[in-house]
Nanobody, 121 residues
Framework: QVQLVESGGRLVQAGGSLRLSCAASGRTFSLYHMGWFRQAPGKEREFVAALSSGGNTYYADSVKGRFTISKGNARNTVYLQMNSLKPEDAAVYYC???????????????WGQGTQVTVSS
């Protein structure tokens, strides 16, 4: 059974940095897309970043140049390095994995429980 556990979310000042982690277990994830999404109160869940099974990276325009997605050496951990954080980046951040589908859409079958990122202005 696939399990995803996010961590790293906390309160940070605008302009600061955070690194979110997502530990995946239950499968071999080398051929899985791995993505990060976020959902702010009253808004729909939106795509943030993804690392495809082929190694390509994708970013939402709103985070391009500030956020970086990467895999850990063990290949079952995915990180989201977030720099130059803005108040509008505040949300619950979710990681997701799936061997199929489009990496940039919320069609993943496996999701974590989320980690809260709060950005103070």
């Amino acid at each position: 059974q696939v399990q995803l556990v996010e961590s790293g979310g906390r309160l940070v000042q605008a302009g600061g940095s955070l690194r979110l982690s997502c530990a995946a277990s239950g499968r071999t994830f080398s051929l899985y897309h791995m993505g990060w999404f976020r959902q702010a109160p009253g808004k729909e869940r939106e795509f943030v970043a993804a690392l495809s099974s082929g190694g390509n990276t994708y970013y939402a325009d709103s985070v391009k140049g500030r956020f970086t997605i990467s895999k850990g050496n063990a290949r079952n951990t995915v990180y989201l390095q977030m720099n130059s954080l803005k108040p509008e980046d505040a949300a619950v951040y979710y990681c997701a994995v799936d061997p199929r589908g489009v990496p940039t859409t919320a069609t993943y079958n496996y999701w974590g429980q989320g980690t809260q990122v709060t950005v103070s202005s």
